[in-house]
């Protein structure tokens, strides 16, 4: 080979190097600014919720607030198993068809919410309402719901999918975890899938 031949392969490397470095310094950027994006939002939330609270605290007239007026109650065995039935189902369904499981997996929390007294189809609107006593569960519906919304929309990546169906077992098993005897059956959930 020349040394002309040599200079053009050696800057060919070099565009493609630079390219690459390129590509990777701004999905670091786009990956930092989202994740700057969250933890705003979740500090403004945050704040929101303390400075809530502590108007509530200071109102001796707080009566009435829709965290105790909810009725929370644990699911009879009959529809624990069947829950517990339907999850297992949908599992294997994510290797061939993540956004299905993940929409199936939303469905059926939805449904196991409303059957332990939870807000339902409007839980995204009042989650809100009952975040002080139920902190874990309504982080745990958001994160996931908001994927399942992306994937809904042909937007969201398998890996996020996966995070979400994460999230969703992580809630199932919450809402299932009452203390109840098939409250092992969850924990199985969560050591196999």
């Known amino acids: ?21 390129l590509i990777i310094w701004t999905l670091q950027i786009r990956m930092t600014r989202e994740m700057h994006g969250e933890v705003v939002a979740t500090y403004h939330q945050a704040r929101r919720k303390s400075d809530e609270r502590r ?5 001796p007239n707080h ?22 039935e339907d999850w297992q189902s ?16 939303d469905r059926l929390i939805s449904a196991v919410m409303q059957a332990r007294g939870y807000p339902g189809e409007e839980f995204a609107q009042g989650a809100a309402a009952i975040e002080v006593d139920s ?11 908001r994927v399942s919304q992306r994937a809904a929309n ?4 398998t890996d996020e999918e996966r995070r979400a169906l994460a999230e ?16 092992s059956t969850t924990q199985s959930i969560s050591q196999t899938g």
Do not use: C
């Not at 949908?90 to 997996?105: G, I, M, S, W």
């Not at 042909?154 to 990546?157: H, I, S």
């Not at 969703?168 to 409250?183: I, K, M, Q, V």
């Open 1 to 21: 080979m020349t040394a002309v031949g040599w200079i053009v392969y050696g800057a060919s490397i070099a565009s493609v190097v630079f390219g690459l470095g």
């Open 55 to 59: 108007d509530a605290d200071s109102d």
């Open 63 to 84: 009566r009435g607030d829709p965290v105790h007026s909810l009725d929370i109650h644990p699911l009879p065995k009959a529809e624990r198993t069947q829950f517990v």
């Open 90 to 105: 949908l599992q294997p369904l994510f290797v061939n068809d993540p956004d299905d499981a993940v929409k199936e997996a």
């Open 135 to 145: 902190s874990d569960i309504v982080s745990h519906y958001r994160t996931a719901h």
């Open 154 to 157: 042909g937007q969201a990546t």
């Open 168 to 183: 969703y077992r992580e809630l199932f098993d919450e809402l299932l975890g009452d203390g109840s005897p098939a409250e």
